[in-house]
């Protein structure tokens, strides 16, 4: 059985985010295929990323990306952002989020 604690009888912390500089690019489908950066063009390669396609009107069109990441298998669609993380590991974000959570470091 739970019981509902007070605030008074748990003690909360809060935390702040360390700030980390990370790499990203906005991924907008086949452009990124072709205009990305060095660590996702490896990705790629390596297969620690596929590109998501599907037939459309006869065409083949990239509709997002699969990305192995620490967590499983994620998905980018175009729009959202793929981060490389401060060990060099890839996650997608979503644009909402990304505006949110970083800014550009000059």
């Given amino acids: 059985m739970y019981s509902i604690l007070s ?21 907008e489908g086949a452009d990124s295929e072709i205009n990305a950066p060095y660590w996702f063009a490896q ?3 390596s297969e620690n990323a596929t590109m998501d396609r599907a037939l459309k ?3 083949t069109h990239v509709y997002g990306c699969t990305i192995d990441t620490l967590e499983g298998k994620m998905h980018a669609k175009k729009g ?9 590991e890839l996650y997608p974000c979503k ?4 505006r949110k959570t970083y800014e550009i470091v000059k």
């Fill in 80 to 88: 959202d952002y793929i981060i490389r993380g401060v060990n060099g």
């Fill in 95 to 98: 644009a909402n989020i990304f």
């Fill in 7 to 27: 605030e008074r009888t748990v003690r909360t912390m809060k935390y702040r985010k360390k700030p980390v500089v990370v790499e990203a690019f906005r991924f």
């Fill in 57 to 59: 009107d006869g065409q």
């Fill in 43 to 45: 990705a790629l390669a």
